[in-house]
């Protein structure tokens, strides 16, 4: 069963993507907690973090070249933002495929609340 982000990835699902490369795609979450919220996801199945291994060395650079990438094309880089990925239980990772939100255009607070 492909995940979720993998239909969004191959175009089979509606979104709204704002970059895609050969290693990574960025789209808009679909419930934003910022006035930008994009999701930055591997291309490559990768459940987590934690199912990261050496050979993802590539993919794991690729997706924060591609947040900084997308903050600047986003207007947000300047005054700032937030990348954060979840993992697993105790991070409140809710859909298994790794990806790393951008958060930013309003000032993000603490980092824990
Ligand atoms: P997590 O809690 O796993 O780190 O974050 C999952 C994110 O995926 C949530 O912010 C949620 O709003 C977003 N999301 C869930 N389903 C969809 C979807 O179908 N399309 C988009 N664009 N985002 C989704």
Redesign the pocket.
């Known amino acids: 069963m492909p995940s979720?982000f993998a239909k969004?990835i191959r175009g089979e699902?509606p979104?709204?993507i704002v970059y895609q490369d050969d290693l990574v795609t960025a789209?808009?979450?679909?419930?934003p907690?910022a006035p930008t919220?994009v999701?930055i996801v591997p291309n490559k199945f990768i459940r987590t973090v934690n199912d990261l291994t050496a050979e993802d060395e590539q993919i794991a650079g690729r997706l924060l070249l591609v947040a900084k990438k997308v903050a600047e094309q986003e207007g947000i880089a300047e005054d700032g933002y937030r990348i954060?990925i979840?993992c697993n239980r105790h991070g409140?990772?809710?859909?298994y495929h790794l990806?790393m939100?951008l958060v930013g255009g309003r000032a993000m607070g603490r980092m824990l609340r």
């Open positions: 979720l969004i699902l979104s709204d789209f808009r979450d679909i419930n907690q919220h999701l954060i979840n409140g990772q809710e859909v990806h939100h």
